[in-house]
C-alpha cells in the first residue's frame, strides 16, 4: 500500500478515533470514500480524454477533394469584372494599343 504496515494502520485508525470521536468517524470515512472515488472517476475520464486526443493526432489528415485545390498554373489572363456602380475600366493601360488595332485619324 504506500510503505505503511499493520501497525501503523492501527495506530493511524486509534489516532483518528481519538481525536473525531465515534460518532464523526463514519461521516469522515464515507466522505473520504465518496473524494476517492470521485478523484478516480476524473483520472479515468482525463485518461480517456487524453488517449482519444492522442489518437485524433495520430491519424492521417483526410486528402483534400480535387475541386478545392488550386488550379494549376499561371492564373488567367482576363481581368476580373469591376464591382457593380464602379466605372468602366479602360479596355488598354494608358499609351499602348493592341498591335492589331490601326491608330485613328486621317491616312498619312
Known amino acids: 500500500m504506500f510503505g505503511i504496515g499493520m ?19 463514519p461521516e469522515i470515512g464515507k466522505q473520504l470514500g465518496r473524494a476517492l472515488g470521485e478523484l478516480r472517476r ?10 482519444a486526443e492522442v489518437a ?3 491519424e492521417p489528415a483526410p486528402p483534400l477533394a480535387a475541386s478545392a485545390a488550386p488550379p494549376a498554373g499561371p492564373p488567367p489572363a482576363t481581368p476580373p469584372p469591376p464591382p ?5 475600366a479602360p479596355e488598354s493601360p494608358a499609351g499602348t494599343e493592341p498591335a492589331s488595332r490601326k491608330p485613328e485619324g486621317p491616312p498619312a
Do not use: N, R, T, Y
Not at 501497525?7 to 468517524?25: M, N, R, T
Not at 476524473?42 to 488517449?51: H, P
Not at 457593380?84 to 468602366?88: F, I, N, V
Open 42 to 51: 476524473a483520472s479515468e475520464d482525463l485518461k480517456q480524454g487524453w488517449a
Open 7 to 25: 501497525p501503523e494502520l492501527i495506530l493511524l485508525f486509534v489516532l483518528a478515533l481519538l481525536i473525531f470521536g465515534p460518532k464523526q468517524l
Open 84 to 88: 457593380e456602380g464602379a466605372p468602366p
Open 56 to 58: 485524433a493526432a495520430e
